[in-house]
């Protein structure tokens, strides 16, 4: 196994662990899962604790992280500001440093722009345990795990000469976080994947991710490359992963941005895109999605899709960066 030394760290973003911790994390996450699958136990956070704070909404990241945290032998607890003194102006500081007085790690969701990963550093720096992004407005680094562990048990762990397509698509009634195409594409080059990011020229990502995600390419020997055609995007690709995401690089303000996104409505995934991309290419969601909006029903529900594997990853990946971190040998 590659390094396992990740004991007391944090995970906030995708550029903290290295390619050898990563690949730690992946074994991990597959001996997990294979245990998962043949009913045997593995409580390796035996009597420990999580403190997850929310404040926002979560199927996929709630449910997976608690189960893992008692399939670990551990407890998570649930919580959301309106039930913290968060609602009542506690800061970061103080919660975090009572917080993890009292437990073995703490897990943040907050996405609101120019917000939330400020929030998630403070709580980092004033904590004593490992602190966990459960998606903040740059990052969704847990997904992108699940995303990366399932391209890989898909396609092989040598992905080189694969081509990722990162593309938008329209949702008109919601402006979502931008966390997951940039997460993406600061991950994916650095696991031999090419990356191609379609967007219209107002969905542009933040620069600095943009020149993070080519850096890395250019480190790894791949490729990553720009494009505001869907259709051009899909050709040839090996894995789509269309999704939504608000123009916040942009503006932040909730109108104009509805406006931005109701210009462009015939970014879709349907099947004639499908066929643009080679024979075995796979369809990726991280979920929620905007059925017949963003993509159609035939495709999510298709043979060539995969969101509910990414889905079931989340589990995985995560209880392995919880036992790495908040276990593991001293
Ligand atoms: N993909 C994801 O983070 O899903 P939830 O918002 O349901 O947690």
Redesign the pocket.
Known sequence: MSSTLLRGRHYLTDMDFTDSELEAVFDVAADLKKEFALGKTHRLLRDKTLFMIFF???????NSFEAGMTQLGGHAHDLTPDRLQISHGENAKDTASVLSRYGHGIAV?HTVFGEGHKYLREVAKHSRVPVFN??CDIY?PF?ILADMMTIRERFGTNLRGRKIVVSWTSAPNYVRPIS?PQSLVLMAPRLGLDVTLAHPPEFKLMPEIEAQARENAQRAGTKFEVVHDMDEAFRGAHVVYPKSWGPLAVTTNKEEGLALIRKYPGWCCDDRRMRLAAPEAVYMH???ADRNIEVTDEVIDGPQSIVYDQ?EN?LHVQKAVMALTMGGRP
């Not at 926002?56 to 709630?62: A, I, W, Y």
């Open positions: 926002d909404h979560s199927t996929r990241t709630r969701r459960m998606q969704h997904q997951v991280p979920l929620p889905a989340r």
